[in-house]
């Protein structure tokens, strides 16, 4: 019954609803404490802004154009797992703010991106090809925006303590999947 298949796995999907944000917070909560970043407050939400417009535009594109049914049966709109694409955005963000401080971050940031993809998995809401696809179009969307926000700021806006940046094919790339 799927009813019973879902309320058994309720509450860890409640809790995975709200962590996929984590990363996507840590770098402004970071920012916010004072620790330095890679970019100013400008430079910082256009880049975030570009990259969550462009991965939420692709996930919704995506599920409304392609049914592909949930392992629970709930539902038509599994492919790709936007908790993942999420999580791993937000990771992403996390390595190009905080990455070039200290590979913990990124760490941090890209093993709580796991954990929710692999959640997902586990609360039997996605396959594995559903969470993969829905990480690389998170990873890739905030590539791309971080790309458009270089391309837009130039040097400008980039904190005292990071190195200028030579647009565009020069980022600071430090984690990369």
């Known amino acids: 019954n799927k009813w019973e298949i879902s309320q058994k796995f309720k509450h ?4 995975v609803d709200a962590i996929q ?14 620790t330095p970043t890679r970019s100013g407050w400008g430079r910082m ?3 975030q802004a570009a990259s969550t417009l462009l991965m939420a535009g692709s996930v919704s594109l995506i599920k409304d154009n392609i049914s592909s049914l949930r392992p629970d049966g709930s539902d038509m709109r599994a492919f790709p797992s936007g908790h993942s694409a999420w999580a791993y955005l937000g990771a992403t963000m996390t390595t190009y703010e905080l990455g070039w401080k200290s ?12 954990a ?16 993969i ?4 179009i998170g990873i890739l969307s905030a590539q791309i925006g971080y790309t458009l926000g270089d391309l837009i700021w130039g040097n400008k806006q980039i904190d005292n303590y990071f ?14 999947l």
């Open 12 to 15: 860890t999907t409640k809790a």
């Open 103 to 114: 590979p913990w971050f990124s760490l941090g940031a890209y093993s709580i991106a796991s």
């Open 45 to 47: 939400a256009s880049s």
């Open 133 to 136: 696809t829905g990480a690389g």
């Open 21 to 34: 944000y984590a990363p996507i917070a840590f770098p402004w909560a970071m920012k916010v404490l004072g």
């Open 163 to 176: 190195e200028p940046i030579n647009t565009p094919n020069n980022n600071s790339h430090t984690l990369s």
């Open 116 to 131: 929710v993809a692999m959640q997902r998995i586990i609360d039997r809401r996605h396959l594995p090809k559903d969470v």
